[in-house]
């Protein structure tokens, strides 16, 4: 049987151990917490990362099709204007056309005009 001093002599060595398990336990605890720290700054970082480089990717994707808009829309400024020039010389070719009727037409009014003078003259 256990006496009394060898009873308080294992109550201090449990108090002891007790004490040395709740400073081991305290001292995981806080590694515990500087770890999840430390991965929560590591995944923000990563995430600020991922982030900037999604960033860049979507600015040049947008940088490639705005230069693929202005290129069509050169094309098609360009290819208005080729349809201006040919419509402006088709233009150009029905009014000397046109003139050059209006001259026959002339040029044979006259004639008849000149007959008709130049009968009514031998009449």
Do not use: H
């Amino acid at each position: 049987m256990k006496s009394y001093g060898t009873f308080s002599e294992d109550l201090e060595q449990r108090k002891v151990a007790l004490a040395q398990r709740r400073q081991q336990q305290m001292e995981r605890i806080k590694q515990q917490n500087a770890q999840t720290v430390s991965d929560a700054g590591e995944r923000l970082s990563a995430a600020k990362a991922k982030g900037a480089e999604n960033d860049a990717e979507m600015k040049r994707k947008q940088d490639v099709e705005k230069e693929k808009r202005a290129a069509a829309q050169a094309a098609r400024d360009e290819a208005e204007a080729e349809r201006d020039k040919k419509q402006a010389m088709k233009d150009e070719i029905r009014q000397d056309l046109a003139k050059e009727r209006e001259d026959r037409r002339k040029a044979i009014e006259t004639k008849r005009m000149e007959k008709e003078r130049a009968q009514a003259e031998k009449d």
